[in-house]
T-cell receptor, first 115, second 111 residues
């Protein structure tokens, strides 16, 4: 257990529905990342926050995806109008950047299945 | 971002030392080399990170030659529980770029 938690661990939804995932990072960590991982592939970066500011978004993050980190603590990732291609493991990672050093710690992930 | 190349898979017997080599020919001066381990249905777990020469911790050793164009993760005396996917990543340790994962190396440890 790295100290990063994600909820829910599994989600099954029908195409067209909206889903929201939550990530609780390690408490003192100022950076929070979202990744997506499909079967047989490594995780792919989606977006990240430093405190409450969203600093970077990947081209993978279509306009159906939105992420927030309102108070610089937990974060949510919402997918609107889900498509079957959204089926994947969604991973959250947090880190504490001190000077030039940073190590990301990952949560267990939320596995999404869109029917 | 420096791209990495690793073997797709490796097999080993329990108790053996396993060495997984990663090529990163375009590594930049500021880049560090980081290895993660991932078990099925879990998030990746940080194993080790280094810049040059050798780094050792309680889990593994990381060997980096002088030209830094490759690195080798060494797992001493593997057990069945070391069966996992191992990812080699190269990037600015300062976090100026997000982690870029390849497909990793699937290590299977056999009894």
């Amino acid at each position: 257990d790295t100290g990063v938690s994600q909820d829910p661990r599994h989600k099954i939804t029908k195409r067209g529905q909206n889903v929201t995932f939550r990530c609780d990072p390690i408490s003192e960590h100022n950076r929070l990342y979202w990744y997506r991982q499909t079967l047989g592939q490594g995780p792919e970066f989606l977006t990240y926050f430093q405190n409450e500011a969203q600093l970077e978004k990947s081209r993978l993050l279509s306009d159906r995806f939105s992420a927030e980190r309102p108070k610089g603590s937990f974060s949510t990732l919402e997918i609107q109008r889900t498509e079957q291609g959204d089926s994947a493991m969604y991973l959250c990672a947090s880190s504490l950047r001190i000077g030039s050093q940073e190590t990301q710690y990952f949560g267990p992930g939320t596995r999404l299945l869109v029917l | 971002l420096a791209k990495t190349t690793q073997p797709i898979s490796m097999d080993s017997y329990e108790g053996q030392e396993v060495n997984i080599t990663c090529s990163h020919n375009n590594i930049a001066t500021n880049d560090y080399i980081t290895w993660y381990q991932q078990f099925p249905s879990q998030g990746p777990r940080f194993i080790i990170q280094g810049y040059k020469t050798k780094v050792t911790n309680e889990v593994a050793s990381l060997f980096i030659p002088a030209d830094r164009k490759s690195s080798t993760l060494s797992l001493p005396r593997v057990s069945l529980s070391d069966t996992a996917v191992y990812y080699c990543l190269v990037g600015d340790r300062g976090g100026n770029t997000p982690l870029v994962f390849g497909k990793g190396t699937r290590l299977s440890v056999i009894a």
